[in-house]
């Protein structure tokens, strides 16, 4: 396949798309707090620009699969980028919040689907033993657009203002486009599956639900113990268990969880998983124990944490080419054990640290996640079958918004509590000091917690061998 087309075009088309698709995850983080000024609103209000955005990617997923099978490769690549600059177009026009938000809505939408329509066609374009290098290159795009987008929104907000944001964006969406309609080529075959509606209802009540239920828990003062989040969290986990037997029982799911049949499939992704709740857990957790008890400014902070942020998507290629070579195992056995250190390193954070020692185990953390994640995603997806790539990346990507909305929430709701109930064992005053101390305490019981997940990765990862799809055609 790969001799008939040219698949070196199809990779800078798919690699230019992405890259300002995923940036716009992060690229409006930092501006939220002026947000809250232009626009009147308050911080739970301006939260929505980022929770909302996880949260329609999420309900997005799951139908990934069914678009795929239903158009063309350069119709869907064509389309969301389309629906994803339309989307960055009246972000950047917006004259009032609600008009900002359902720009940055329509942003979510493209790049929900984006990249489950790359993934499905790297696996149908590339040979298995060459995926991992792939894989990597593509990586390099998932993680370096992210890591790059708080300190570049950072400068843009400063220099010329958020509507900038938007518009930046805008020449490099259209070239995208453009480049696409020229080069890009169709990747496997339309079937158009049938359509089932209820799958499609039971699925966005359960995955929007989730993701929106653990979303409201890390944000409120409640946490968990709220009845409102109870509620919504016990129908989306029904709506969920509905729609996974209901799957099981059609001739073409919407999306087909037997691939969980497939062991290689079960334990990538169960540790990728693991490894996402940790990631999107510790770019929360982290900015706000440097800001508090460490004492540092929101800038700084940033600082300190982009030389592991970057470096986590410069290895990506290189991870992947060691991936090929060598396979998973000597990737994520010892990328599991490194990131089992580090939690315990966490566990006993304190304001006394050395900043240095600090940077060098966050850069560790992120060496770790990139020897685990690239592998142990790309060694699932290698085991299935064809007719199932488009329902394994699907799964996959399903599964990473829920899991960082997941490890948000359990994080900073156990941090607070420990926190909480450090507090309330002080009888004294509570100065800055006694402040910094309940905050130390929270970060140690959350990172006990992780310690806890890291240990279970580490366990699973014994258990990994190198998958070859079965029926992958080497013409």
């Known amino acids: 396949m790969e001799s008939k087309i040219n698949t070196k075009a199809i990779l800078i088309t798919f690699m230019i798309g992405a890259f300002f698709a995923v940036l716009n995850e992060t690229l409006l983080n930092i501006a939220l707090t002026e947000l809250m000024t232009v626009f009147d609103v308050d911080a739970p209000t301006v939260q929505w620009l980022a929770t909302g955005f996880m949260l329609v990617m999420g309900v997005l997923m799951p139908i990934s699969a069914l678009l795929i099978q ?8 064509i389309g969301v980028m389309t629906v994803f600059l339309i989307g960055t177009i009246i972000a950047a026009s917006a004259v009032n919040f609600p008009m900002l938000l359902t720009g940055r809505m329509i942003q979510a939408v493209g790049t929900g689907l984006l990249i489950p329509v790359i993934m499905t066609a790297l696996l149908l374009l590339y040979r298995p033993e060459v995926r991992g290098k792939i894989m990597g290159t593509f990586g390099l795009v998932i993680m370096f657009a992210p890591a790059l987008g708080p300190t570049l929104s950072g400068v843009i907000v400063d220099t010329l203002g958020w509507r900038w944001l938007f518009i930046s964006v805008i020449p490099f969406a259209v070239f995208s486009i453009l480049f696409a309609h020229k080069y890009l080529q169709n990747v496997g075959e ?9 799958s499609i209802v039971l699925s966005t009540i359960g995955i929007g639900g989730i993701v929106y239920g653990f979303s409201s828990a890390g944000e409120s003062s409640e946490g968990f113990l709220s009845v409102t989040i109870i509620s919504i969290l016990c129908i989306s986990f029904i709506s969920l268990l509905l729609f996974v037997l209901r799957q099981l029982k059609l001739d073409e799911p919407l999306l087909d969880v037997r691939v969980f049949k497939y062991k290689s499939y079960a334990r ?15 770019e929360i957790v982290m900015p706000m124990y440097l800001q508090g008890p460490l004492g540092y400014s929101a800038k700084v902070a940033g600082l300190l944490l982009l030389p592991g942020a970057l470096l986590n998507g410069l290895m990506s290629p290189t991870m992947g080419t060691l991936f090929d070579k060598y ?3 000597k990737l994520i056995i010892p990328g599991t054990v490194v990131l089992v250190g580090v939690m ?7 304001p006394s640290i050395s900043i240095w020692s600090f940077v060098i185990v966050y850069i560790l953390l992120m060496l770790s996640i990139s020897a685990i994640m690239m592998p142990a995603q790309t060694n699932a997806l290698n085991e299935l079958p064809k007719n199932l ?12 918004p829920v899991a960082g909305a997941l490890g948000v929430s359990i994080f900073v709701s156990i941090m607070t509590q420990g926190r909480t109930s450090y507090l309330e064992g002080h009888s004294g005053s509570i100065t800055e000091e006694i402040m910094n101390e309940a905050m130390t305490h929270g970060v140690h019981h959350a990172y006990w917690f992780a310690l806890g997940l890291s240990i279970i990765a580490f366990i699973i990862a014994l258990f990994i061998r190198k998958a070859i799809a079965p029926d992958f055609d080497q013409n």
Do not use: C, E, W
Not at 190 to 198: A, C, M
């Open 327 to 329: 396979g998973p195992r």
């Open 268 to 282: 990538g992704v169960s540790i990728f998983v693991i490894v996402i709740m940790a990631m999107f857990a510790s």
């Open 389 to 400: 790539y488009a329902h394994g990346t699907a799964i996959a990507n399903t599964l990473q």
């Open 190 to 198: 339309v079937t158009r599956p049938k359509t089932d509606v209820l």
């Open 70 to 77: 239903s158009f063309t490769t350069r119709q869907m690549f």
């Open 344 to 350: 315990i390193f966490f566990s006993y954070i304190n």
